[in-house]
């Protein structure tokens, strides 16, 4: 059985859920706040969420854990078969990673956590957003899926990132970020009806 470590609040920790369930693989929630305790390190060396055990042996990093769960569990893939095409799902999944849902992640003590950032970052934030929101979208193809005609780990990557993302634009600058992305914008909305994403959505 494996065990998923984290909190719900958590982006990452409902997109590990959520592919789980997509795989159809038996698992136990472990709830474990993101702290620097010694027994969360164990878990997870930065004490980030969410990280998962299996046999006793712990795993952190979404994209390291979903890499085993397709290992796992071939029958329901998330990456295509053909390599160029496996290829550019994870080009994509790696530039709405580091080129917009941590870009927004600059602002999410104040966004989210009553805390505060100063104008620069706020600034530079706005400012990468917006070009990496363009490097997304030239990348995004919806047909009528985030990589094409099936459903992938874009897909799992693009759904619980951008609820973060736009909800962080939404509070630091006033803004629907997704307003000039119809395809990002429609994505969403069809992913939102899966049975997975309605899933861990009932169970927060």
Do not use: W
Not at 36 to 50: E, F, I, T, V, W
Not at 63 to 88: C, F, R, W
């Amino acid at each position: 059985m494996i065990k998923l470590y984290g909190l719900k609040m958590s982006n990452y920790y409902s997109l590990t859920k959520a592919l789980l369930i997509e795989k159809g693989l038996e698992f136990e929630e472990v709830k474990a706040p993101p702290t620097q305790k010694p027994d969360n390190l164990a878990r997870s060396p930065m004490g980030k969420m969410p990280s998962i055990e299996v046999d006793g042996v712990f795993m952190s990093e979404s994209l390291a854990i979903a890499t085993y769960l397709e290992k796992l569990s071939p029958g329901n893939p998330m990456l295509p078969a053909d390599p160029l095409a496996a290829g550019k799902v994870m080009e994509l999944v790696c530039h709405i990673k580091l080129d917009t849902e941590l870009v927004a992640r600059r602002c999410i003590a104040e966004a989210f956590f009553g805390g505060s950032v100063s104008e620069e970052t706020k600034t530079s934030t706005e400012t990468d957003l917006a070009r990496g929101m363009q490097a997304v979208d030239q990348l995004m193809v919806c047909g009528p899926y985030a990589a094409g005609d099936s459903f992938t780990l874009a897909d799992l990557y693009t759904y619980y990132s951008f609820g973060f993302i736009s909800g962080t634009a939404a509070k630091m600058f006033n803004q629907d970020i997704l307003a000039d992305y119809p395809k990002i914008k429609t994505l969403m909305e069809m992913l939102a009806e899966r049975p997975a994403m309605q899933r861990v959505a009932a169970e927060q």
